[in-house]
């Protein structure tokens, strides 16, 4: 379980094919601190950690990537280079600083737009319409691992959604949100209040 707060931004330095696809991550945690076995998102990815090393502040840690998931997520995520948002799992007692997240990818969504406003970013993002009725204004969403407030949502002819997001200069510098681009594809996670709101209604309905 997580709340959608990054807490350092990660970078692949290797990807390997072991049956499924290994990635080794660096990052500025203390390996001492990472347990093999350990939950961590990847830009909203919950990954298990197999190896761990480095020193505190230059640590790695290697998880395996099943092609299930690849096949469901971001594909650009997992290639040598990337940067990931990272999330360990929530201790009890830990603060729910964002929402309840499951690292589950519901979807991949693309951004529409990006546009400066007031020093703040405004992004638009497309969703699929497998999820479009679990989004609404003023509901919590993950994307890419950070728990966000949509701002506005717009239902479309095609039965996808156009859902719109403030991004304050804080976020955009701590996660990989500020270098997002149009076009660019983003793991979307519904919020897990609205998944259980919409199948009671779907069963009252019968």
Known sequence: ???????????????????????????????????????????????????????????WFAVDVSDETISKTAPLQWQ????????????????????????????????????????????????????????AGKGSITVEGVSLTVNAVEDLPDGSARFSLNIIPHTAEVTTLGALKEGDGVNLEIDVLARYLKRMQDVRAF
């Open 1 to 59: 379980m997580f709340t959608g707060i990054v807490t350092a931004i990660g970078t692949v330095t290797s990807v390997s094919r072991t049956g499924d696809t290994r990635l080794v991550i660096a990052c500025p945690f203390d390996p001492a601190r990472i347990a093999i076995g350990a939950s961590i998102a990847c830009s909203g990815v919950c990954l298990t950690v197999v190896e761990r090393g480095g020193s505190a502040g230059d640590a």
């Open 80 to 135: 040598d280079g990337a940067r990931l948002n990272l999330e360990p799992a929530l201790k009890l007692g830990d603060e729910l600083g964002g929402h309840i997240v499951t690292g589950h990818v519901d979807a991949v969504g693309r951004v529409a737009m990006r546009e400066e406003r007031g020093g703040s970013m405004h992004l638009e993002i497309d969703a699929p319409n497998a999820i479009a009725p679990y989004i």
